[in-house]
């Protein structure tokens, strides 16, 4: 049990917190690294984990890390999701090679 005002300061505070935690996002989508996003496009063209790291001159491990964190980041549990998502954001990064 709490006083009206308790509970509406308790409220507005609530309400306060929410709004910064949604401003945190851009537009309520994941910030990804701009490698991230070099990545990703690669992905969406069908590249390999090899290739990619070929195309960004990294080593393959280092792509496979990248690629990880991506489907972290985005909440995808595949490569196929991460190429959709970039495909249906228009996330063609530039990188890779037509």
Known sequence: VASPILSE??????TKLRNEEK?????GQPVISEREGEVL????RG???K???Q???IAENTAKVHVGNILVKLELR????AAAYAAEHKLMFE???E
């Open 9 to 14: 300061k308790f409220l507005d505070e609530f």
């Open 41 to 44: 496009g690669l992905i969406a």
């Open 51 to 53: 290739e990619i790291a």
């Open 55 to 57: 195309e960004l001159f």
């Open 47 to 49: 590249h390999t984990n």
């Open 23 to 27: 401003s945190d996002k851009t537009e």
């Open 95 to 97: 990188g890779g090679g």
């Open 78 to 81: 595949n490569r196929q999701q």
